[in-house]
Nanobody, 121 residues
Framework: QVRLVESGGGLVQPGGSLRLSCAAS????????MGWYRQAPGKQRELVAT???????NYADSVKGRFTISRDNAKKMVYLQMNSLKPEDTAVYYC???????????????WGQGTQVTVSS
């Protein structure tokens, strides 16, 4: 099986920074596209940022210029550096990944359990 485990969430003041990490473990041949999503109370889950296996990135307009997604393929890690945080960034942040388990497997989608980010003074 495959697990995605997020860490790094917490309470931060407006204008502050946090770095989220996502660790992938289990039977993994290769990680394809990875991403971060978030869900605020009463709202639908939305895309924050994605990164392909070769490092191409995509961001939601609301976080462009403030958030940076990165990955370490050797460590099977994905990161989200969040700067200039705003109260509207408050949400549960989820790691998402397209995982190939063996040489002949098709990619399967996995989700982490989420980590809470609260931006408040």
């Amino acid at each position: 099986q495959v697990r995605l485990v997020e860490s790094g969430g917490g309470l931060v003041q407006p204008g502050g920074s946090l770095r989220l990490s996502c660790a992938a473990s289990g039977i993994i041949f290769r990680l394809n596209a990875m991403g971060w999503y978030r869900q605020a109370p009463g709202k639908q889950r939305e895309l924050v940022a994605t990164i392909t296996s070769d490092g191409s990135t995509n961001y939601a307009d609301s976080v462009k210029g403030r958030f940076t997604i990165s990955r370490d393929n050797a460590k099977k890690m994905v990161y989200l550096q969040m700067n200039s945080l705003k109260p509207e960034d408050t949400a549960v942040y989820y790691c998402n990944g397209q995982v190939i388990m063996t040489l002949v497997s098709s990619p399967k989608e996995y989700w982490g359990q989420g980590t809470q980010v609260t931006v408040s003074s």
